[in-house]
């Protein structure tokens, strides 16, 4: 059973920074690689993608956190981070990390497209 697991999270004031990590594992079938994005979700409100990143290597960023957020990875420890800087009080929400199993990975951003999805990290952005 595959597994997410994100951590990072915290309080931290306008302007602050803060790096999430996202480790997946548990997939049994070598014709497959995890694919991995950040999502958040704000209370009453829908999960809304924020970064992920392609085989290609391209990364995908919601467009009002591309010129403070960086998304990277290192498969060879199945994980994802995301660093976010001049962190917002609109940025406070619960983050989530989820994952699909890909021969190709797109950096979609849709959240129809993930299978498996961590518990979730709370960032909170204090004024």
């Known amino acids: 059973q595959v597994q997410v697991v994100e951590s990072g999270g915290g309080s931290v004031q306008a302007g602050g920074s803060l790096t999430l990590s996202c480790t997946a594992s548990g997939n049994t079938d070598s014709r497959y690689h995890y694919c991995l994005a950040w999502f958040r979700h704000y209370p009453g409100g829908e999960r809304e993608g924020i970064a992920s990143i392609a085989t290609s290597g391209d990364p995908y960023y919601l467009g009002s956190v591309r010129d403070r957020f960086t998304v990277s990875q290192d498969n060879s420890k199945n994980t994802m981070y995301l660093q976010m800087n001049s962190l917002k009080f609109d940025d406070t929400a619960t983050y989530y990390c989820?994952?699909?199993?890909?021969?190709?990975?797109?950096?979609?951003?849709?959240?129809?497209?993930?299978?498996?999805w961590g518990q979730g990290t709370q960032v909170t952005g204090s004024s």
């Open positions: 989820a994952a699909e199993l890909a021969t190709l990975c797109t950096g979609a951003l849709r959240p129809d497209r993930y299978d498996y």
